[in-house]
């Protein structure tokens, strides 16, 4: 339901639609069967934001497919919906279980960290800065677990979930092959390009202090609830 710029597929056809506006998503919704649901709000300053954009705007768009007669709604999701990593897995488990009571049939998929051409951008990010730079921060003591999953595996596995008929009513995490460390990870990018990198760890009080000051000085790398999403 968004897109930073204009999709040019051959048998696409473009329809405008704003999660905040509930008429707007059912002139869009004209006739569509499916929807899949990948708008969101993934950093914010502010917890309320997420909330107003993630689970007032996924109600919205419920509503808009019951209005508009959509039978099937798949959501993306994240690996990390969850009560313990900040407004941002909240809202995202918020909205998933707005999903599940809506009577639609319902699909939810959870991608781990995705990496790839323009992907995301915690991974693309490290992946920069170890090409960059000789040291590489990590958060705490590195050990919390992750498994990147490539770009085109997510667009298949979403593609392949419209037209399966078996997959209704069911929450899926779409993860990598491998579970790594963070460690692991910022060891495995290195070797990859070929160069010796030191792992700088620092406390994650720390690091939020510091995310917290920084943009008072203009600087906007992170958000606070970036760090209790990646340690939860």
Known sequence: M???????????????????NKGLLVRALSGVDTVVHMAALTKSTRESDYFEVNVSGTKNL???????????????????????????????????????????KWLILRPSEVYGQRAGDSINRLIRWIQRYIFVPVIGAGTCKLSPVFIDDVVSAIA???????LENETIV??????????????????????????????????????????????????????????C
């Not at 959501?75 to 919906?81: E, K, M, P, R």
């Open 160 to 166: 392949s979930s419209i037209f399966n008929k078996e």
């Open 62 to 104: 419920i509503d808009a497919c019951l209005e508009s007669g959509t039978k099937k709604i798949i959501y993306i999701s994240s690996a990390a919906a969850s009560l313990n990593g900040g407004g941002y897995a909240r809202s995202k488990l918020e909205a998933e279980q707005s999903i599940k009571k809506s009577g639609m």
């Open 2 to 20: 968004v897109h930073r710029s204009l999709v040019n597929v051959s048998g696409c056809e473009i329809r405008p639609g704003n999660l905040k």
């Open 174 to 231: 779409l993860a990598g092959p491998e579970e790594l460390t963070y460690d692991d990870l910022v060891d495995r990018v290195a070797a990859y390009f070929g160069v010796k990198r030191f792992k700088l760890h620092l406390p994650a009080g720390l690091i939020r202090f510091c995310i917290t000051v920084m943009p008072k000085l203009g600087i906007n790398i992170l958000v606070p609830d970036q760090i209790s999403r990646l340690l």
